[in-house]
């Protein structure tokens, strides 16, 4: 058997009839394509290669023109890879990615009937204690766990929650698919049922002054035991001004999604995000959170609460036309934001993807006209990224820290923005070409979606996965990939000397390379989604 070609680096779930291929070749030689028969079927000839900084590997990046389905192989000299192209062939991949923040539920059992294997009882169900008021005991039952860890943390919530709405509702019908969760059928779009689980939760989150309670988590994360046995103390940490703003940006956003299903959730989610801007009013110093003392989970430090208050004018605005908003929106984007920043520190363009998709008609001149001007210019700069990048990744070399999928597929939300704005062909395929590097067409040749892929992630820095006796990963988690900081000493003593795309441990406590987060999945939906939505 000839060896599978070491020289390839592709999307290993495949592709998609319509769309171009796109492949990463170690190699200047001929590459051929041929079909099942053994027919050549196109022809890469020989060209140069060229050093990929954030690598170090000799590369070029094919393109090969789209193909109709079919099983295919991809041939230089000994190596071959094989891979399949298939109608609808990354709709499993990219439910999988919707399903993952199924698995992350906590406060409900999840059942065999759709955790399959991963089922286990309820976990966190004992009422929270304030850290600041120890009288204040409540329950706050709910909400996606973080990430590898079981903390529930305010703002990343909101933001991969708005991730979801927002691919929904420019892509409905990239996934609109059932998930087999508990709502499947209720008539609600199962992505939108995910969200209203977090949603939910984040209500509950909101201080009876409009204020958000920063996290919920214990002192300290738990060791690495199944959920429902992590049963120390959970605490409703201090209130934040970052927390509260994209609490009430995500709530805004869901009123106005709402309104066609529940008006009566609409009105209490729109209730809640005024009663949060209230708050932001009344508090106009910001005051970064930290960590009180003896509290050693996740900070989530952001010394900017400017994005989140632009992003909840814009939202609130759309929601509620009232002119105040709009006002403050304007001056808020007037200080200068980075309208191609999609993450939990940054989200600046969340509220871009307000403006561009909601304000049209209402934001006039500023929040349509010069946002536009701007976004289009700065989405530019992420495609020359894309293409000064030998793999085609939307990524300088000196920027692969912890969770280096969130920027790379931050780029791909950008671009895509951008293509629907302009149509512009390139943005349409730096887009794709994020969506292949989450899915294998990178340094590591590995796909980054537990689950998922010829080569594949097998020991996430994730509880559930590390805990539960089953070899498999619980699937559809993303993994945050390389990191070239070496956050952790024993992250540095194996890698130090590498290539920054190549610092990716697949080691459980390789937190800093391996660990999985719902703000990192949510922006794959999102690309998931669009690639759907221009398949099918
Ligand atoms: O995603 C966060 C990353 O940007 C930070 O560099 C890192 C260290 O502070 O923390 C990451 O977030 C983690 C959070 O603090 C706790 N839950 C797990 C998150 C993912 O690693
Ligand atoms: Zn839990």
């Known amino acids: 058997m000839k060896k599978q070609g070491s020289v390839f680096r592709i999307n290993q779930e495949g592709f998609v009839p319509g769309l171009p291929i796109h492949a990463v070749l170690l190699t200047d030689g001929e590459v051929r394509l041929k079909d099942p028969e053994g027919k050549t079927v196109y022809t890469v000839p020989h060209g140069e290669l060229r050093e990929d900084a954030a690598s170090g590997d000799r590369v070029r990046l094919a393109e090969i023109p789209p193909l109709a389905e079919g099983k295919y192989t991809l041939e230089s000299g000994e190596e071959q890879r094989e891979f399949a192209v298939r109608a609808r062939g990354w709709r499993e991949v990219s439910n999988a990615l919707i399903k993952g923040l199924y698995f992350q539920r906590c406060g409900c059992a999840l059942e065999s009937a759709h955790a399959g294997v ?150 209490r989610a729109v209730l809640a995000a005024k009663r949060a801007w209230d708050w932001l009013q009344a508090h106009p110093d910001f005051v970064p959170y930290r960590n009180p003392e003896g509290v050693r989970t996740g900070w989530y430090g952001d010394m900017s609460d400017r994005d989140e208050r632009f992003w909840a004018a814009c939202e609130l605005y759309a929601a509620t036309g009232e002119e105040n908003y709009r006002t403050e929106a304007e001056k808020l984007y007037g200080e200068g934001l980075n309208l191609t920043a999609f993450g939990w520190a940054d989200v600046s363009g969340m509220g871009a993807l307000c403006c561009l998709f909601e304000l049209k008609e209402k934001g ?89 892929g010829t080569h594949r992630v097998m020991h996430p820095h994730h509880r559930p996965s590390g805990s539960d006796g089953i070899e498999d990963p619980v699937p559809g988690l993303i993994a945050g990939g390389p990191n070239g900081n070496h956050n952790y000493p024993q992250t540095k003593e194996k890698l130090e000397g590498l290539p920054p795309a190549k610092c990716y441990l697949d080691e459980l406590p390789s937190a800093d390379t391996n660990e999985i987060a719902i703000y990192w999945n949510s922006p794959a939906i999102f690309t998931g989604a669009f690639v759907n939505q221009i398949s099918t």
């Not at 499947?184 to 002054?209: A, T």
């Not at 001004?241 to 009105?267: E, I, K």
Request: proline share 5%; with cysteine; charged share 20%.
């Open 118 to 267: 991963y089922h286990h009882p309820a976990c966190h169900t004992a009422p929270a204690v304030g850290w600041d008021d120890r009288t204040l005991v409540r329950r706050v039952p709910g909400g996606w766990h973080d990430a590898g860890d079981y903390g529930k943390y305010t703002g990343p919530g909101a933001v991969t929650a708005a991730h979801m709405i927002y691919a929904w509702k420019l892509f409905p019908q990239g996934c609109s698919d059932e998930l087999n969760i508990p709502e499947s059928g209720n008539g609600l779009p199962d992505i939108l049922n995910e969200v209203k689980y977090e949603l939910d939760w984040l209500l509950e989150m909101q201080r009876s002054d409009g204020a958000f309670y920063h996290k919920l988590t214990k002192a300290q994360f738990a060791p690495f035991i199944m959920p429902q046995d992590d049963l120390e103390t959970e605490y409703l940490m201090p209130v934040s001004h970052c927390a509260t703003a994209a609490a009430c940006a995500c709530m805004a956003l869901a009123a106005r999604v709402w309104q066609g299903y529940s008006p009566a959730f609409a009105n």
């Open 364 to 452: 006039g001149e500023v929040l349509y006209g010069r946002v536009k001007e701007d976004f289009l210019q700065r989405s530019e700069q992420i495609l020359q990224w894309t293409k000064a990048s030998g793999y085609g990744t939307a990524l300088p070399a000196d920027r692969y820290g912890w969770g280096s999928i969130l920027p790379i597929m931050s780029g791909a939300i950008a671009m895509i923005i951008n293509w629907l704005l302009t149509g512009n062909e390139k943005m349409r395929d730096g887009a794709l070409q994020q969506w292949h590097y989450a899915l294998g067409m990178n340094a590591l040749d590995l796909c980054f979606i537990t689950g998922y």
